[in-house]
Structure formats: structure tokens, C-alpha cells
Nanobody, 129 residues
Framework: QLQVVESGGGLVQPGGSLRLSCAAS????????IGWFRQAPGQEREGVSC????????NYADSVKGRFTISRDNAKNTVYLQMNSLKPEDTAVYYC??????????????????????WGQGTQVTVSS
């Protein structure tokens, strides 16, 4: 059974850091692009970052560039999202998802949710003092 599970969320003060993990099972992890998305209350889901199957391509939303870093360890079937300099506006439920077609545009993975088929349940990130 194909499954992705997020972990690592929590409450952090502005300026702080968190590392989210996305653990996958039930499929050949190294063949899938993985994306991180978030949804704040009353807002639409937005793409945050993605990483290609090999890890050679990454992409970030403008709102997180320079603060978030995505990486993957295919041996551990896990993708990480290191989040630094967190802001209150980063507060949201964060989801990871798998793209079986490893979709690219201009040689980069994409953060458009329609290309992602397998979704986790999400992990809450709250940035507040």
C-alpha cells in the first residue's frame, strides 16, 4: 500500500527552525518527485517546494526561497524540508505528496498539486510568540 507520512511539525517562535520529514512506503521511492504543500485556515493549498526523483532538481515558492531547503535520502525513503527563519505567515498544515510521473517544467520539478497523486495526512506548523 502506497503511503506517505509527514512528521516534525510543532509550535515554534518567529525566527526559529523546524525540520519536516516525509517518509514513504509501498512504492519505488526513488522514481517519484516529492512535493511539499501547505494550507492555512481559510486559504487555498499552495505549493512550497519540490524535489525531483534523483534530487538533482529542486524548486521553491518565492515566499520561502532562501529560508527553506528540501532534500531527500532515497536509501531511507525520506524527504526533508528544513525550515529556517520561520514567520507567523508560515503557519499552516504541511503536506507532502508524490508525483509518479516526475513532472518537470523548464527542467525543474513543479509545485502544482494536480500532478501529485499520493498525499499524506499533514503535520501542523505553528509560528507564534
Amino acid at each position: 500500500q502506497l503511503q506517505v507520512v509527514e512528521s516534525g511539525g510543532g509550535l515554534v517562535q518567529p525566527g526559529g527552525s523546524l525540520r519536516l520529514s516525509c517518509a514513504a512506503s509501498g512504492f519505488t521511492f526513488g522514481r517519484y518527485a516529492i512535493g511539499w504543500f501547505r494550507q492555512a485556515p481559510g486559504q487555498e493549498r499552495e505549493g512550497v517546494s519540490c524535489i525531483s526523483s534523483s534530487g538533482g532538481s529542486t524548486n521553491y515558492a518565492d515566499s520561502v526561497k532562501g529560508r527553506f531547503t528540501i532534500s531527500r535520502d532515497n536509501a531511507k525513503n525520506t524527504v526533508y524540508l528544513q525550515m529556517n527563519s520561520l514567520k507567523p505567515e508560515d503557519t499552516a498544515v504541511y503536506y507532502c505528496a508524490a508525483d509518479p510521473k516526475n513532472t518537470t517544467f523548464l527542467a525543474m520539478c513543479v509545485t502544482t498539486d494536480v500532478f501529485y497523486d499520493y498525499w499524506g495526512q499533514g503535520t501542523q506548523v505553528t509560528v507564534s510568540s
